[in-house]
């Protein structure tokens, strides 16, 4: 304690009855009063009395003398030890999403991951998106919304919600910034305008999409290698061509959003917009490009939905509303690739998964 205006000599303190009780006031969520100011602190309510019959016992406080002053002098080693922090929890992939919101909520809540109310209940967890959150679907700004929230909600529970960039990121954001700013297609001029609504813009999307929404978005990476599986949007090696590192990549696309250019940021689109690449012949040999680039064991990827990637329907758009069945990820050339879309705009599956997928 330190002296002060109407204080004696510093003493050293022992605990008193007073420190044993626990006041009512603690268990609050706060220490002001409501209506009070910033800084005003709430004094504690007057101090009840113990229940009729109540006697101090030793699991509450040390037997004393009658009549003596209670002291009992705080034992630091009597304080309970430190937890050691629990390693990291479980990791689980979300495939593309594409604005179905319901359907995201649902796999969610089936999987143990956020509550009846939508709130992460999964402690420790790691969950990762692997990108294209809008288009096609009724709701591609609230699924950025849900991803956001959650992403603060398991950091407070000392887990993780993250998420990477997928063509359709690319696809809103330069639609909103450049619009009808014609840029050097390959094949001629097109516009990222024209492009978004082709590939499924939502026109409620954009309405509400704002400051903060574009912003997340172009911080998104476009890769990370976690628990020996490379987690990538597109079914594509243009990675490669941003960079011999998960770190270079990840600073070419940022470096290549900030720089703000039309014909770039058509260009990464169109790269990240490719797919097949690991399905046919040679798959194989193009899956260990990237995992001898970048590391990991498996590949994990979305954009190509599962019934798409097999051929069993002409396009990833749904048509007759019906759909194939899809049961969970697919892996592939040679068991070093997992597919995690499910065609859920083909009334196909959305899938979440765990990793590693039991063989």
Not at 250 to 260: A, G, S, W
Request: aromatic residues 8%.
């Amino acid at each position: 304690m330190t002296q002060g205006a109407g204080q004696g000599p510093e003493v050293e303190r022992t605990a008193t009855l007073r420190d044993f009780r626990v006041p009512a006031y603690v268990h609050e969520s706060g220490p002001y009063l409501q209506g009070t100011h910033p800084g005003e602190i709430a004094p504690p309510p007057p101090e009840e009395p113990y229940p009729d019959g109540y006697t101090p016992t030793e699991r509450d406080l040390p037997v004393i003398d009658p009549g003596a002053t209670p002291q009992a002098p705080v034992d630091p080693a009597a304080a309970p030890a430190p937890q050691p922090p629990a390693g990291p929890g479980p990791l689980y992939v979300v495939g593309d999403v594409h604005g179905y919101l319901d359907e995201l909520v649902a796999a969610l809540q089936d999987k143990g991951l956020i509550d009846a109310a939508g709130h992460w209940c999964a402690g420790t967890a790691r969950l990762w998106f692997l990108g294209d959150f809008t288009d096609r679907g009724p709701d591609g700004i609230g699924v950025i919304d849900l991803v956001m929230r959650l992403s603060a909600e398991a950091a407070a529970a000392g887990g993780y919600c993250k998420a990477l960039m997928g063509n359709h990121e690319l696809l809103l954001l330069g639609a909103k910034r450049f619009g009808d700013t014609p840029v050097n297609s390959g094949a001629g001029t097109a516009t990222f305008q024209a492009a978004w609504l082709l590939n499924g813009g939502q026109k409620t999307d954009m309405d509400r999409l704002q400051d903060h929404h574009l912003q997340w978005m172009a911080r998104l990476d476009a890769l990370e290698e976690v628990d020996g599986h490379l987690l990538v949007h597109s079914d594509t090696t243009a990675y490669l061509d941003y960079g011999r590192s998960i770190e270079e990549v990840n600073d070419t696309v940022h470096e290549t959003l900030t720089r703000n250019d039309a014909d770039e940021v058509w260009d990464l689109f169109r790269k990240f917009t490719k797919r097949f690449s690991f399905r046919d012949e040679g798959g194989a040999d193009a899956v260990r490009k990237l995992l001898d680039a970048y590391g990991g064991n498996r590949i994990v990827h979305g954009h190509s939905p599962i019934p798409y990637l097999l051929g069993e329907v002409g396009s990833e758009d749904g048509e007759d509303g019906s759909g194939p069945v899809v049961e969970g990820p697919h892996v592939y050339a040679d068991g070093l690739a997992i597919a995690m879309d499910g065609g859920v705009t083909m009334a196909g599956k959305l899938l979440v998964q765990q990793l590693p997928l039991l063989d």
